[in-house]
């Protein structure tokens, strides 16, 4: 079965940075697209971040782009993101999903950020 | 970048009756090139993640009963849930997938009256 396993979400200051790591497992890592996703309290999803198989197209949502960055790593089967300059409104949920092309046909359980002095 | 609009917020209907919850995006998300809709439904329940139910407008995904349908094309798409049963209570998102950024629908919460 499919498994992605989010780690590295925590308490955060503001102006604070965190890098969150996605473990995936049971799938040809290197097949598919990875992206970010994450959810205030009480509201939808926002997708974050997009990565290619290969690492060589990246893309973002304007709110984090400069102040996030997507990686990967094959070997490992994992991906990861970099967050800097972290804001109070940046305290969510934070997923890892697979993509089918850019469909996010599955999701990992999530690792909580928040963002606090 | 598409603005996906839901409607209604919330619906409240019978155990074994319909639900219909419509979604709008701002551009048509039809890949010409495919003639495929890249619009996707997800199921959400308190404590989980997103579940992918029906991709391509109204392709349903694996495992996912045959209750739920989508349909629609180009700009307006429709979830159908059919014979509501308990399990369906949950909050539900339209998402497109055309392009970057990939945005999703506010949701539309369904509870049983």
């Known amino acids: 079965e499919v498994q992605l396993v989010e780690s590295g979400g925590g308490l955060v200051q503001p102006g604070g940075s965190l890098r969150l790591s996605c473990a995936a497992s049971?799938?040809?890592?290197?097949?598919?697209?990875m992206s970010w996703v994450r959810q205030a309290p009480g509201k939808g999803p926002e997708w974050l971040a997009i990565?290619?198989?290969?690492?060589?197209?990246?893309y973002y949502v304007d709110s984090v782009e400069g102040r996030f960055t997507i990686s990967r790593d094959n070997t490992r089967n994992s991906v990861s993101l970099q967050m800097n300059n972290l804001r109070a409104d940046d305290t969510a949920i934070y997923y890892c999903?697979?993509?089918?092309?850019?469909?996010?046909?599955?999701w990992g359980q999530g690792t909580q950020v928040t963002v606090s002095s | 970048e598409i603005v996906m609009t839901q409607f209604p917020d919330s619906l409240s209907v019978s155990l074994g009756e319909r639900a219909t919850i419509n979604c709008k995006s701002s551009?048509?998300?039809?890949?010409?090139?495919?003639?495929?809709?890249?619009l996707a439904w997800y199921q959400q329940k308190p404590g989980q993640p997103p579940k992918v139910l029906v991709y391509?407008?109204?392709t349903r995904e694996s495992g996912v009963p045959d209750r739920f349908s989508g349909s629609g094309s180009g700009t307006d798409f429709t979830l159908t849930i059919s014979n509501l049963q308990p399990e369906d209570v949950a909050i539900y998102y339209c998402?497109?997938?055309?392009?970057?950024?990939?945005?999703f629908g506010g949701g539309t919460r369904v509870e049983i009256k």
């Open positions: 999903a697979r993509g089918s092309g850019w469909l996010l046909d599955r």
């Open positions: 049971a799938f040809t890592f290197s097949d598919h697209w």
């Open positions: 990565i290619k198989q290969d690492g060589s197209e990246r």
């Open positions: 551009q048509s998300v039809l890949d010409t090139s495919y003639m495929k809709n890249d």
């Open positions: 391509g407008a109204f």
């Open positions: 998402q497109q997938y055309y392009n970057s950024p990939l945005t």
